[in-house]
């Protein structure tokens, strides 16, 4: 079984467009992230929703607006996409807590064009 | 707020060598910290981590890490180091100030050599 799923794999898509990305977890956890890889392989954090409560939004662009329904899933919809959103991205579940691993899912790559 | 910093962005060990990949942190509290792996087009995989029980950590795969408090250091060490180790490798630490999140090295790949 899969612990932490993301769908799609692979996004390409052109300047201006909206997309979204789902991410689903069936390890009982109750936080949940957004990360995003850069080009450089560079990772950081971009939200954090616990409970479906969003308790960490680092500066990220308006654009990108995350959504949690619930405990289990955590969306992450981007408007009018640029050149620099290019990335590839992951999401994560852990328990709260900072001793808590965090487990990744396979991770989005997405392309603007 | 806490940070990261993996020296060397690229490690080339020969098959059966020991991998040493280094990582020094910093921490206004006692630190959390993580080692993860990415082997390439795949997430991240948990090496092991460091949760202040036994400064030194066994980890999947044959890896361990030493936690130094006086060095602010969590190395990554392998004895002999096996092909399928080629990957790239991740120290991360804890900031638990506002919510939870993990705050990430810039990384080291390791070219493993036959």
Known sequence: DTAVSQTPK??????????????EQNLGHDTMYWYKQDSK????????????????????????????PDKAHLN???NSLELGDSAVYFCASSQRGGSYEQYFGPGTRLTVT | ????????????????????????YSSSVPPYLFWYVQYPNQGLQLLLK????????????GFEAEFKKSETSFH?????????????Y?????????????????????????
């Open chain 2, 90 to 114: 991740f120290c991360a630490v804890s900031d638990t100030e506002y919510g939870n999140k993990l705050v990430f090295g810039a990384g080291t790949i390791l070219r493993v050599k036959s």
């Open chain 1, 76 to 78: 992450l919809h981007i």
């Open chain 2, 50 to 61: 460091y949760t202040s029980a036994a400064t030194l950590v066994k980890g999947i795969n």
């Open chain 1, 41 to 68: 392989k560079f990772l950081k954090i971009m939200f954090s929703y616990n409970n479906k409560e969003l308790i960490i939004n680092e500066t990220v662009p308006n654009r990108f607006s995350p959504k949690s």
């Open chain 1, 10 to 23: 692979y996004l390409v898509t052109q300047m201006g467009n909206d997309k979204s990305i789902k991410c």
């Open chain 2, 1 to 24: 707020a806490q940070s990261v910093t993996q020296l060397g962005s690229h490690v080339s060990v020969s098959e059966g060598a020991l991998v040493l990949l280094r990582c020094n």
């Open chain 2, 76 to 88: 990554l060490t392998k004895p002999s180091a096996h092909m399928s180790d080629a990957a790239e």
